[in-house]
């Protein structure tokens, strides 16, 4: 038997319905903010909005969308994972190695192919992402803790392969046949840059499992209320490992194509790079606490913040103005996100009695 | 073939947790196409045995029998294929997702690796319908009461096929409303071939639904019976152990001084927290020095509420209150406290004990402190008070979580003593306390009371309105709507002034 409620009055019928456009706008705030921004930009800066600058743009941009990508799944569950921009660098030593050191077995130096060597590679920052899964899921550690411990086992071993030093020319020779890293980040297909199709092929993959396969609602599930996903037979452990292990094969494959950019290995490569994709991620509308966000909204988060950076150097804005920027971009960002929530549950008796009313 | 009135048999059931035994060689019979009650005091095992038959714990010893057959129960997964569901007294709903999606969690239904949601969207929609609940499927969870909750717990539980459906206090945070639908699910269901295990402390709930009682002490069972053997008394007495006695002594009406004087407090029905609060209209009442007076209402009445503008904790849209100390309605919490008011809250886990702290730290929360902490004085009071409400315990340093239910509740009623209050507010003062304590601190309050203490206490309980309460006030949907002197008292009086005028024709005919 439903509660004896008095049908609304027009006033009201007028706050539901503002309030579900507020809601709505709220929702979308990212695209809109990355739509006001292309605008903004373009009309302050002549050449923005020209095919060559928005390549350039979009190569940019990649690197920080690829580990907001990987770092969605992450923080969708709860967690966190500071350690990609280490992993990420760690990646782009393991491949110099291999590529200009090779592999000593047996006696003999072998130089890898390109495959095995971004293979191995990614292999190794996988085992990075299994030993924050572990640590979380298996062994209780705060994922804030584990993974910052993580940071600095990751940055510490890629010093130590090459004891802090680059590696360069990682070009490849002809005769270890291990040439075609370049391609990785400064290959184009289709007029794109090489990353750029990495990240939409990424996108493509993690936005498809996220909203249609079974291990995507569990991830959505374990970060909405954990002890329910328990109780419905979701094995939590699995769910996490999962999301650490992709986090850490994104960072991996950034590694890669930062090197291939370079042509070298820098040990200090990826220092922050974390902080820029959490960023992503938050702005894109996934919730810290989990449970709430989507891939398309990180993707957009990465570009609302590669476009920032962009036109503010366009606009030859002092660099160090651009990091008080973001830093006031992001703390607004979950400023909002909170206004979100409150208003939504503040006016939610409203909106349900409104579409009630409605039958809908 | 003839098939066993028993579809499940547990059978030498033994768990313990560390040092405590929480089930002793327990024998439990489920019978098929039947509401089978069990009944238990807090800490009995009930929830135990309940969570080892669900698949959720493994006992240490003892099988388990389904048709005859010994199954084992290693995993929610295992219970869910032998057809056995649980709704949980603290719900397992995801809010995030909408409502076919947390029907289908962890058992997604799919076509080639994708979600199949047109599938389980319409499976959704067909559960919900047998359970006349019309939602859409695509409704957020978060959006649902909590009574819609538990009915889409029941659907999940029905929609892979449950033939024994267990649930666990279902109705104590349901209305009057939401309770009645479910017991007409739930009869509806028994007739349909799904057998029920229905735990509960609600007796005029388990005695009007209930085929088949078990009563739980101590980890053990101590009766059996079907309905037509059981009355009240025969549960009472075996869930304490001993004959209830009836202790409603003749309490004279207090004519003294008057303590508290509210004159039509309103409160508006906005929500300025996270749920929505119960509106209060125009209530107005006295407390008299010395006196207990009890609010007895069920769940949505707004008792709560009316405690909290008391105490400072709710701000209420009008109204008027000389209490104590005070000439005004108290604006925050401190200026109650200095005006001699003090709440216990219902919710001790959340509201009221931390956790991290000891009994002493616990009990001494909220005393006023000079700039240093002054431990040795603090302590002397606090083992006096731990020392007058007997609570058991040697070392006051220990962390308040090892204390039973009753005792933490002791810890709490330490606290706001130590504030030396004139007027006491308790909010259902015995929720998840066993009988034995739940005298303790009955006897303990009347000693107050006798002592110059004026109590105000809210209860949802019929029976420990009975045992404690001089005056009883009812309050329905926000309202003062009876008043009982004590000898005016009795079970049915009571109820019939609580409920809401087009629920009356009763539920409760026993």
């Given amino acids: ?58 190569k940019h941009v990649a690197i920080s969308a690829i580990l907001a990508i990987g770092m969605t799944f992450v923080i969708l569950t709860g967690g966190i994972d500071l350690s990609v921009g280490s992993v990420a660098g760690l990646g782009g030593m393991i491949a110099g190695y291999l590529l200009t050191q090779g592999l000593s077995l047996g006696g003999a130096v072998h130089f890898p192919p390109l495959v095995i060597v971004v293979f191995l590679t990614l292999a190794v920052c996988l085992s990075v992402g299994a030993l924050n899964g572990w640590l979380v899921a298996r062994a209780g550690v705060a994922p804030f803790i584990a993974t910052l411990g993580t940071l600095y086992i990751a940055r510490g071993a890629a ?163 651009q990091i008080v920027i973001k830093g006031v971009v992001i703390v607004l960002a979950v400023a909002i996100d909170q206004l979100q929530t409150r208003l939504q549950a503040r006016f939610l008796p409203l909106i349900l009695r409104s579409s009630q009313e409605a039958g809908a | 073939m003839s098939q066993s009135p028993i579809l499940l048999e547990a059978r030498a059931i033994s768990k313990r947790y560390g040092g405590a035994i929480a089930l ?11 509401i089978n009650v069990l009944i238990g005091e807090n800490g009995a095992g009930k929830s135990t045995l309940m969570r080892v038959l669900a698949g959720v714990e493994e006992p240490d010893s003892g ?29 397992a709903i995801m809010p995030n997702l909408d409502l076919s999606e947390n029907i289908f969690a962890g058992r997604e239904l799919t076509r080639s690796a994708m979600l199949d949601r047109s599938a389980e969207d319409d499976r959704s929609r067909a559960v919900l319908t047998r359970l006349h609940h019309l939602l859409a499927v695509n409704t957020s969870a978060s959006m ?43 009869l509806e269901l028994k007739s349909a071939g799904v057998s029920i295990v229905y735990i509960s402390h609600r007796l005029h709930e388990l005695l009007h639904l209930g085929d088949f009682f078990t009563v739980l002490r101590s980890g053990k069972v101590v009766g059996q019976a079907p309905r037509a053997e059981v009355t ?17 002594a003749q309490r004279p009406p207090h004519t003294g001084k008057r303590a508290l004087h509210a004159l039509n407090l309103s409160l508006s029905a906005s929500s300025n927290n996270d749920s929505a609060q119960v509106a ?107 020392n007058d409400l007997n609570i058991a315990v040697h070392d006051v340093e ?22 030396s209050p004139t007027i006491l507010l308790l909010d259902e003062p015995t929720r998840g306390v066993d009988v034995g304590a739940k005298s303790e601190i009955y006897g303990i309050l009347r000693t107050l009371s006798t002592k110059g203490l004026s109590i105000l206490f809210t209860s949802s309980e019929i029976e420990e309105t009975l045992a404690l309460a001089d005056r009883v006030l009812v309050m329905c949907q926000g309202q003062i709507v009876a008043e009982f002197d004590h000898s005016e008292l009795s079970d049915e009086a009571l109820f019939s002034a609580a409920s809401p005028a087009a629920l009356k024709t009763s539920l409760y005919a026993s």
């Fill in chain 1, 1 to 58: 038997m439903r509660s004896v409620a008095k049908t609304l009055s027009s006033s009201d019928r007028l706050a539901s319905s503002s309030a579900r456009l507020i809601l709505m706008l709220l929702r979308a705030r990212a695209i809109l903010v990355l739509l006001l921004l292309l605008v903004l930009f373009s009309v302050l800066a002549p050449n923005f909005l020209t095919a060559n600058n928005l390549s350039i743009l979009a």
């Fill in chain 1, 159 to 321: 010093l130590l392969i090459s004891n802090g030093k680059t590696f360069p020319n990682l070009a490849g020779t002809a005769a270890h046949h291990n040439t075609g890293l370049t391609t990785i980040g400064q290959g184009f297909l289709l007029g794109l840059p090489a990353p750029v199709w990495i990240m939409l092929l990424l996108f493509g993959v993690a936005a498809f499992v996220a909203v249609k396969t079974p291990f995507g609602r569990h991830v959505y599930a374990v970060g909405g209320n954990e002890r329910a996903a328990r109780l419905a037979g979701i094995r939590i452990p699995r769910v996490k490992l999962a999301t650490y292990l992709f986090s850490s094969l994104c960072a991996g494959i950034v590694g890669l194509i930062i090197a291939s950019q370079l042509e070298a290995a820098h040990p200090a490569t990826g220092e922050t790079f974390e902080l820029n994709a959490i960023a992503a991620v938050v702005l894109g509308g996934t919730s810290l606490m989990g449970g709430r966000g989507s891939v398309t909204g990180s993707l957009i988060g990465a570009f609302v913040i590669g476009v920032l950076a962009d036109g503010l150097v366009m606009l030859g804005v002092s660099e160090f103005w």
């Fill in chain 2, 232 to 248: 009240r008394q025969w549960i009472v007495e075996c869930m304490s152990g001993r004959a209830a006695t009836s202790d409603i």
């Fill in chain 2, 398 to 419: 220990l962390p308040v979580t090892v204390l039973s239910g009753g005792n933490q509740q002791k810890v709490l009623l330490a606290r706001c003593l130590m504030l």
């Fill in chain 2, 24 to 34: 002793d060689s327990v024998d439990f019979n489920l019978h098929r196409n039947a």
């Fill in chain 2, 280 to 386: 209060l209209h125009d209530v107005s009442f006295d407390l008299h020095e010395g006196e207990i007076l009890g609010i007895y209402g069920l769940l949505g009445a707004g008792r709560t509420e009316l405690l909290e503008v008391l105490a400072g904790n709710r701000t209420a849209s009008g109204g008027t209150l000389q209490a104590g100390r005070l000439s005004r309605l108290p604006r925050d919490v401190s200026e109650a406290m200095a005006g001699g008011i003090v709440l216990v809250p219902e919710d001790r886990q959340r509201d009221g004990l931390i956790p991290e702290l000891s009994i002493r730290e616990n009990i001494a929360l909220a005393s006023p402190a000079g700039f240093v902490l002054s431990r040795k004085m603090e302590l002397a009071r606090i083992r006096a008070l731990v």
């Fill in chain 2, 63 to 91: 099988s388990i029998f389904l048709d005859g057959v010994p199954i084992q129960l290693r995993s929610p997964r295992d219970a869910s294929t032998h057809g056995i569901a649980i709704v949980h007294q603290e719900l």
């Fill in chain 2, 144 to 186: 649902l009461s909590l009574g819609s909750r538990q009915i889409v717990e029941v659907a999940r539980s029905l929609a892979h096929g449950a033939r024994i459906l267990i649930l666990d206090e279902p109705t104590s945070a349901l209305s009057v409303a939401e309770t009645q639908v479910l017991f007409e699910i739930l």
